[in-house]
């Protein structure tokens, strides 16, 4: 194997490790949008998040826990028009937010 074949094979797979790595290897993914519905479990913890991305489609989250910001805040983005990215898991076909966060530019 010649040095360049070398180079751009181990290339490759650096750039396949840092893919892997930001779709999140463990299972996570995430999501970018439009809050539509924030629903309180306690002060702390939110039962129910609706968030519609920028390809119109509405993703519908429930938690197991915080998950770093308050219903009443996410609400706030929601009269504000801000976007939110959502990081969840799926568990037995059901979405589980694990994070939630103010999204900074349209990309995320």
């Known amino acids: 194997m ?27 993914k995430q999501v970018t949008g439009l809050v539509l519905a924030a629903v309180e479990r306690n002060l702390a913890e939110i039962e129910l998040l609706k968030v519609r991305d920028d390809n119109g489609k509405i993703w519908e989250f429930a938690s197991e826990g915080q998950v770093g910001t308050s219903a009443a805040h996410l609400r706030q983005h929601q009269i504000g028009g801000e976007r939110v990215l959502v990081t969840y898991r799926e568990d037995d076909g059901r979405l589980i937010a694990i994070d939630v966060r103010d999204a900074s530019s349209p990309g995320g």
């Open 2 to 28: 010649t040095i360049k074949r070398l180079a751009l094979v181990m290339a490759l797979g650096a750039v396949l490790l840092l893919v892997a790595g930001a779709c999140g290897g463990n299972g996570e």
